[in-house]
C-alpha cells in the first residue's frame, strides 16, 4: 500500500527513524517531561537528561524516578472516577425546575414569615397570568399570526398586568427585601466569585424583564404598522420568540425565588428584620 509522503518500501521519516515502541516512550518521556519541568528529552539518542546534562535514563536511570514515571504515566494510567460526583451531559442536564435541589436545608416551608408567604401568593397569579399568555402564543403562531379578539385580549391583559402589578413587585423586593439580604448573604459566605450572590442573579433578571417585555410590546405594535406581509410576518415572529422567552425566564425566576431566595431570607434574616420589612411595605402601600 502505497501512502502519501512515502511507499511501503520507503515509508515516512518517522517510521524509518523510529519504532513504534521507540514512539511510545517518546510520548511517555516527553509527557512526564511536561509534567516536570527539571527533566528535558533529547529523542535522538532516546535519553532523559536533566539540565546538567546527566543521563537518567537506560542503564544509568534513577529507579525512584522510574517508579515515579510509572505512577504518573498518563499513557498507562487508568482514570478513577468520584464515584460520589454526580455526572451531567449536554444530552442530560439537570433539572431547571428540581424542587429538592431548590430548597434550602433546614428551612420550614410551612412556617415561613407572613411578609415572604405574601410575595409567594403574588408569584401565584403572576403564573396564572404569564400561563395564559404563553398559550395565547403559541395560538398565534399557529393561526401564521393573525391576531383574533381572544389572542389579543390575553395580550392586552398580560401587559397591563405586566406594568401594574410585575414592576412593583419587582421594586418591593429591589428596595426592602433585598438590600438586607445580599448584605447578609455576603457576610455568611453565601456567594460566589466577585462575591455575586443569587440576589445579583435575580436583579439581573428583573432587567431582563424590562428589556423582553418591551421588545415583545413594541414589536406587536410595528408589526401592525408594516404594509409588507414578508416584513410584518418576520417581526412578528421575533416577538413571538421574544414572548416565549419572556414567559419562560419569569416561570423560572418565580421558581428561585419560592424555592430559594425566600427561604434564604428565612435562614439568614432575624424576625425583626423581616417585621421591619413588612411595616415599611406597609407604610409604602398606605401612600
Given at each position: 500500500?502505497?501512502?502519501?509522503?512515502?511507499?511501503?518500501?520507503?515509508?515516512?521519516?518517522?517510521?524509518?527513524?523510529?519504532?513504534?515502541?521507540?514512539?511510545?516512550?517518546?510520548?511517555?518521556?516527553?509527557?512526564?517531561?511536561?509534567?516536570?519541568?527539571d527533566?528535558?528529552?533529547?529523542?535522538?539518542?532516546?535519553?532523559?537528561?536533566?539540565?546538567?546534562?546527566?543521563?537518567?535514563?537506560?542503564?544509568?536511570?534513577?529507579?525512584?524516578?522510574?517508579?515515579?514515571?510509572?505512577?504518573?504515566?498518563?499513557?498507562?494510567?487508568?482514570?478513577?472516577?468520584?464515584?460520589?460526583?454526580?455526572?451531567?451531559?449536554?444530552?442530560?442536564?439537570?433539572?431547571?425546575?428540581?424542587?429538592?435541589r431548590?430548597?434550602?436545608?433546614?428551612?420550614?416551608?410551612?412556617?415561613?414569615?407572613?411578609?415572604?408567604?405574601?410575595?409567594?401568593?403574588?408569584?401565584?397569579?403572576?403564573?396564572?397570568?404569564v400561563?395564559?399568555?404563553?398559550?395565547?402564543?403559541?395560538?398565534?403562531?399557529?393561526?401564521?399570526?393573525?391576531?383574533?379578539?381572544?389572542?389579543?385580549?390575553?395580550?392586552?391583559?398580560?401587559?397591563?398586568?405586566f406594568d401594574?402589578?410585575?414592576?412593583?413587585?419587582?421594586?418591593?423586593?429591589?428596595?426592602?427585601?433585598?438590600?438586607?439580604?445580599n448584605?447578609?448573604?455576603?457576610?455568611?459566605?453565601?456567594?460566589?466569585?466577585?462575591?455575586?450572590?443569587?440576589?445579583?442573579?435575580?436583579?439581573?433578571?428583573?432587567?431582563?424583564?424590562?428589556?423582553?417585555?418591551?421588545?415583545?410590546?413594541?414589536?406587536?405594535?410595528?408589526?401592525?404598522?408594516?404594509?409588507?406581509?414578508?416584513?410584518?410576518?418576520?417581526?412578528?415572529?421575533?416577538?413571538?420568540?421574544?414572548?416565549?422567552?419572556?414567559?419562560?425566564?419569569?416561570?423560572?425566576?418565580?421558581?428561585?425565588?419560592?424555592?430559594?431566595?425566600?427561604?434564604?431570607?428565612?435562614?439568614?434574616?432575624?424576625?425583626?428584620?423581616?417585621?421591619?420589612?413588612?411595616?415599611?411595605?406597609?407604610?409604602?402601600?398606605?401612600?
Open positions: 500500500m502505497t501512502r502519501k509522503g512515502g511507499s511501503s518500501a520507503n515509508p515516512p521519516f518517522l517510521f524509518n527513524v523510529f519504532s513504534f515502541s521507540d514512539i511510545y516512550h517518546i510520548l511517555k518521556f516527553e509527557t512526564y517531561r511536561y509534567l516536570h519541568s527533566i528535558t528529552l533529547n529523542p535522538t539518542s532516546m535519553k532523559i537528561i536533566d539540565k546538567d546534562g546527566k543521563r537518567i535514563d537506560g542503564k544509568a536511570s534513577d529507579q525512584e524516578i522510574k517508579k515515579k514515571l510509572k505512577e504518573e504515566d498518563p499513557i498507562l494510567r487508568n482514570a478513577v472516577k468520584d464515584e460520589n460526583l454526580e455526572e451531567y451531559s449536554p444530552m442530560d442536564p439537570p433539572e431547571a425546575y428540581d424542587t429538592e431548590a430548597r434550602i436545608k433546614g428551612v420550614d416551608m410551612d412556617n415561613l414569615n407572613p411578609i415572604l408567604n405574601d410575595l409567594i401568593n403574588e408569584h401565584k397569579e403572576l403564573l396564572e397570568i400561563a395564559k399568555f404563553d398559550t395565547a402564543l403559541t395560538d398565534f403562531k399557529t393561526a401564521k399570526y393573525i391576531l383574533n379578539d381572544d389572542t389579543n385580549q390575553v395580550f392586552n391583559k398580560f401587559f397591563n398586568y401594574s402589578e410585575i414592576l412593583p413587585h419587582n421594586k418591593k423586593e429591589e428596595r426592602f427585601l433585598f438590600p438586607l439580604l448584605e447578609r448573604m455576603l457576610e455568611t459566605g453565601e456567594h460566589g466569585l466577585d462575591n455575586i450572590t443569587a440576589v445579583d442573579l435575580m436583579e439581573d433578571d428583573h432587567v431582563k424583564f424590562i428589556q423582553l417585555g418591551s421588545l415583545v410590546f413594541n414589536f406587536l405594535g410595528l408589526a401592525a404598522r408594516l404594509p409588507d406581509g414578508h416584513s410584518r410576518y418576520l417581526v412578528l415572529d421575533i416577538a413571538y420568540h421574544n414572548g416565549k422567552e419572556l414567559a419562560e425566564l419569569l416561570r423560572l425566576h418565580v421558581f428561585r425565588e419560592d424555592n430559594t431566595i425566600f427561604p434564604l431570607a428565612q435562614k439568614l434574616l432575624t424576625k425583626e428584620e423581616l417585621d421591619s420589612i413588612t411595616e415599611k411595605l406597609a407604610h409604602v402601600s398606605a401612600t
